[in-house]
C-alpha cells in the first residue's frame, strides 16, 4: 500500500520560505512512471497544482509559482520536498504531496495522496 | 492555462437519486480528465481516471464518459457515503488544473 506523509512547520512568517517534506512508503521514489506532485487548497476552496519533480531531477512548476518555488528529491530517504519563498497571506492553504501516475495508455492522474498538512502564514 | 468549469457547483439531492454533474474544458483535452471525491477534512481520492476508468473500489453507480471539451460524472442510486464535492480535473497540459468542484448534499 502507497502510503505518503507531510512534515514541516505549520506556521511560517511573512517573507520566509515554506517548507515541505513528504515521505513516501510502499513505493520507491525511483519509480520512473511516478510524478511526484504538490497541491494546495486554501481554506474553503478548490485545488491548486503546484508542480511536480521526477527522480531524475527534472521539475515542472505552475507558472504562477515559477519565481518562487523549487521542490527536490531525495531517492536515498524516498522522499521529495517542496519550498517557497517569500511567503505570504495568499498561501495559507492545506498542502498536499501526491503521486502523479504516468501512463501511456490512460494519461497522468492522482492516485495516492498525503493526508495534507495546513500551513499558516502569519506573524 | 486550461479553465475546467463544473456545474452546479452545489445540488441538493436525496438518497437513490441520479446525479449528474458536468465538467468543461476551455480546450480540447481528449480524454485526459480525471475525477476526484473529497470528504471534509480528507485529502481527495482518485475515482474515475481517464475520463470513464474506474479507480479500483469504486462502486459501479459511478460511471464516466466524455472527451475533447465535455466530460459528465454520474453517480445512479446516490448513497449516504457519496455526499461529498467532487472535483475534475486535466491532465492534458501543463499546469494541471481542476474544476472549482461540485458539492452534493443531501435534500
Known amino acids: 500500500q502507497v502510503q505518503l506523509q507531510e512534515s514541516g512547520p505549520g506556521l511560517v512568517e511573512p517573507s520566509q520560505t515554506l517548507s515541505l517534506t513528504c515521505t513516501v512508503s510502499?513505493?520507491?521514489?525511483?519509480?520512473?512512471?511516478?510524478?511526484w506532485t504538490w497541491i494546495r487548497q486554501h481554506p474553503g476552496k478548490g485545488l491548486e497544482w503546484l508542480g511536480y519533480i521526477h527522480y531524475s531531477g527534472s521539475t515542472n512548476y505552475n507558472p504562477s509559482l515559477e519565481s518562487r518555488i523549487a521542490m527536490s528529491v531525495d531517492t536515498s530517504k524516498n522522499q521529495f520536498s517542496l519550498r517557497l519563498r517569500s511567503v505570504n497571506a495568499a498561501d495559507t492553504a492545506v498542502y498536499y504531496c501526491?503521486?502523479?501516475?504516468?501512463?501511456?495508455?490512460?494519461?497522468?492522474?492522482?492516485?495516492?495522496w498525503g493526508q495534507g498538512t495546513l500551513v499558516t502564514v502569519s506573524s | 492555462d486550461i479553465q475546467m468549469t463544473q456545474s452546479p457547483s452545489s445540488l441538493s439531492a436525496s438518497v437513490g437519486d441520479r446525479v449528474t454533474i458536468t465538467c468543461r474544458a476551455s480546450e480540447s483535452i481528449s480524454t485526459n480528465l480525471n475525477w476526484y471525491q473529497q470528504k471534509p477534512g480528507k485529502a481527495p481520492n482518485l475515482f474515475i481516471y481517464?475520463?470513464?476508468s474506474f479507480q479500483s473500489g469504486v462502486p459501479s453507480r459511478f460511471s464516466g464518459g466524455g472527451s475533447g471539451t465535455d466530460f459528465t460524472l454520474t453517480i445512479s442510486g446516490l448513497q449516504p457515503e457519496d455526499f461529498a464535492t467532487y472535483y475534475c480535473?486535466?491532465?492534458?497540459?501543463?499546469?494541471?488544473?481542476f474544476g472549482q468542484g461540485t458539492k452534493v448534499e443531501i435534500k
Open positions: 501526491a503521486r502523479d501516475r504516468s501512463t501511456t495508455r490512460y494519461g497522468k492522474y492522482f492516485d495516492y
Open positions: 510502499g513505493d520507491f521514489i525511483s519509480h520512473g512512471s511516478s510524478y
Open positions: 480535473q486535466q491532465s492534458y497540459n501543463i499546469p494541471h488544473t
Open positions: 481517464a475520463a470513464s
